[in-house]
């Protein structure tokens, strides 16, 4: 004879009594890593279940990685509350749910006034097999050609209306700061500037610079 399977209830919510928090499908959960020197491990509730008394609640969850987690390692233009959405699923006990958690979208987190502890983004998803992101491919700024890290300062420049690194142009953060014009090096060649001032006379943007994102 085969045997009974425990029957299991699919929960709309569920209150993690230790944190009093409420957890729906679809939240973003941090959950408590088994090394606990190790940051909370961060997963998007996908369903709650329970077992036919209500008890036993687990929660199936789609993983996210930060960047250290993934195959190519954290890169310059990650940020630090950067986060990749995997292919990676799992079942967990709703007891290990530690807290509750806000991933943005990249372009949410950057129009953030202040970025709380639990405020994180992702703009790529990963396939944690391959260590691929989609998308593969994504803006690039500066002459470095990097990514947008939106924990770094830029400035803009008024002629083409790409975004520097300090840095990369030799200017300090601070000298960066006090800027009231910016150019860049390919835009104040001469000939362009006389091109210039002959049709943008009336064009008086302050120089843009932005962390786009103000630190914690
Ligand atoms: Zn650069
Ligand atoms: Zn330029």
Not at 21 to 33: E, F, H, N, Q
Not at 181 to 189: A, K, L, M, P, R
Request: proline share 4%; charged share 30%.
């Amino acid at each position: 004879m085969a045997k009974a399977r425990a029957t299991r209830r699919t929960l709309d919510s569920f209150t993690v009594k230790s944190i009093n928090k409420v957890i729906r499908a679809g939240d973003c959960v941090l959950m408590r890593p088994s090394d606990s020197s190790k940051p909370s491990y961060v997963a998007r509730v996908e369903t709650i279940e329970s077992d036919s008394r209500g008890a036993n609640v687990r929660v199936h969850v789609r993983w996210y990685y930060r960047p250290e987690e993934s195959i190519g390692g954290r890169r310059q233009f990650h940020g630090s509350k950067e986060l990749f959405l995997s292919d990676h699923y799992d079942v967990q006990s709703a007891d290990t749910i530690e807290g509750k958690c806000t991933v943005h979208s990249f372009k949410g987190y950057t129009k953030l006034d202040a970025v709380g502890n639990d405020d994180y983004f992702c703009r790529f998803e990963y396939n944690s097999s391959t260590g691929a992101f989609n998308p593969d491919r994504v803006a690039v700024y500066c002459k470095c050609e990097m990514p947008y890290n939106p924990d770094d300062l830029m400035v803009q420049c008024e002629g083409c209306a790409d975004w520097f690194h300090p840095n990369c142009i030799d200017m300090t953060p601070e000298e960066a700061r006090k800027l009231e014009h910016f150019y860049c090096h390919n835009c104040s060649s001469e000939d362009k500037k006389k091109l210039r001032s002959s049709h943008a006379t009336s064009k008086k943007t302050d120089t843009k610079v932005d962390t786009k994102r103000r630190r914690r």
